[in-house]
Each structure stands twice: as C-alpha cells, then as structure tokens.
C-alpha cells in the first residue's frame, strides 16, 4: 500500500503556473506508476497525466499538451505537476493516483490509491 498527499494549489491567475506534488509514503514509491486526474463542479473525473515507474513515459489530455509536464522523483518519493499558462479552464479539484500493475493510463477505475486532492483556481 501507498498513501498519496497533493500540495500545491491555490488561486492564481491566467496565465500564472503552479506546480503540484504528490507525495507517497514508504520506500517503494518507484514501483508505482502515477496519473494525474482532475475533476470541475458538476462534470465528472478527467484524465490529465501519466507516469511509468521509470518516468520516461509520460501521456497527457489533449488540452494540456504543451502546458503542463508530469515528472517524478523516486528518491524523494515524489510525483509533480508543472502546470504553465494556466486558463480558467484548468479550474478543478486536482488528485494523484497510483497503482503498480499493468492497466489503461486514463481510467481512473485502474488505480488503486488515490490522493485527497488539491484545489486549483484560476482567475480571468
């Protein structure tokens, strides 16, 4: 098991960058991949970001490409979020995910820990 702690949100404004971090607990932190998902008042869960165990794959929603950058530090335990040239778009509740075995990258159904989420508000 891994617990999973995002940090790192707050209100900012379009255009500003933020970058969120997940922290995970124990010393196996590197046998897990981590997804980055997000979710907005009134829609459902969206797939964000994605992480192999070695952080060479990396998989984004189309509407991120280009802005933000997911990356680990296995060492330190920690997954991030670069998150530039924020819109208001991007406002949403913000959660890291992990699992260790084999599964789709943007189905939350195939993770199974699950962070207690971070807020993100972008202002016009």
């Known amino acids: 098991q891994v617990q999973l702690v995002e940090s790192g949100g707050g209100l900012v404004q379009a255009g500003d960058s933020l970058r969120l971090s997940c922290a995970a607990s124990?010393?196996?932190?590197?046998?897990?991949?981590i997804g980055w998902f997000r979710q907005a008042p009134g829609k459902e869960r969206e797939f964000v970001a994605y992480?192999?165990?070695?952080?060479?794959?990396?998989k984004y929603v189309d509407s991120v490409k280009g802005r933000f950058t997911i990356s680990r530090e296995n060492v330190e335990n920690t997954a991030y979020l670069q998150m530039n040239s924020l819109e208001p778009e991007d406002t949403a509740v913000y959660y890291c995910?992990?699992?260790?075995?084999?599964?789709?990258?943007?189905?939350?159904?195939?993770?199974?820990?699950w962070g207690q989420g971070t807020q993100v508000t972008v202002s016009s």
């Open positions: 124990g010393r196996t932190f590197g046998y897990y991949v």
């Open positions: 992480i192999g165990r070695f952080g060479n794959t990396k």
């Open positions: 995910a992990a699992r260790q075995g084999s599964g789709s990258a943007n189905d939350p159904l195939s993770y199974d820990y």
